[in-house]
T-cell receptor, first 114, second 111 residues
């Protein structure tokens, strides 16, 4: 099983809402990532978890809050988002974190903030 | 500062043609260079990757050429097919594991 699953596929939320994105993998990978991708742009790294510990936070605003409850699950909690946060949110995982570890991406959650 | 410059932004070829996508980088800390393919509505998928001690790597119809002294690398797609129509991203990864992506190239292969 080389699949990373993400739910929901689409999410529309108001600026005062609280919602969560979910990512799951069962490949035994120990590194998991959140990326943000705007239309016709490359993915931008947001967070990296390695062995369930937050390793990288790319200066992401606190309205985005990641959580790694166990080695298979990664959540992204959203609160008080802005319309400019509308984007495709991609989760990825890899066997480890570092050079040479292939990242497997999920299909993404298309987020619209109204 | 754009750390990985990718060109062209878009490319149209006929079926059977050989599209070439180029990337250039400045940071000598980059140590691994993957290419990703992304179809609309999907996440990127790794196509092929190369380390800087290798000048060329081939996997199926996909070939990476790497020029370490010029800090440039390119993707060639042999015998391109309409199913290869997608957005292609080059990336460069530091030895600490930090990824930087190019801006992407939209490839259209006409039947």
């Amino acid at each position: 099983d080389t699949e990373v699953t993400q739910t929901p596929k689409h999410l529309v939320m108001g600026m005062t809402n609280k919602k969560s994105l979910k990512c799951e993998q069962h490949m035994g990978h120990r590194a998991m990532y959140w990326y943000k991708q705007k239309a016709k742009k490359p993915p931008e790294l947001m967070f990296v978890y390695s062995y369930e510990k937050l390793s990288i936070n790319e200066s992401v605003p606190s309205r985005f809050s990641p959580e790694c409850p166990n080695s298979s699950l990664l959540n992204l909690h959203l609160h008080a988002l802005q319309p400019e946060d509308s984007a495709l949110y991609l989760c990825a995982s890899s066997q480890g974190y570092g050079v040479g570890y292939e990242q497997y991406f999920g299909p993404g959650t298309r987020l619209t903030v109204t | 500062q754009q750390q990985v410059k990718q060109s062209p932004q878009s490319l149209i070829v006929q079926k059977g043609g050989i599209p070439i996508i180029n990337c250039a980088y400045e940071n000598t800390a980059f140590d691994y260079f993957p290419w990703y393919q992304q179809f609309p509505g999907k996440g990127p998928a790794l196509l092929i990757a190369i380390r800087p001690d290798v000048s060329e790597k081939k996997e199926g119809r996909f070939t990476i050429s790497f020029n370490k002294s010029a800090k440039q690398f390119s993707l060639h797609i042999m015998d391109s097919q309409p199913g290869d129509s997608a957005t292609y991203f080059c990336a460069a990864i530091t030895n600490a594991g930090k990824s930087t992506f190019g801006d992407g190239t939209t490839l259209t292969v006409k039947p």
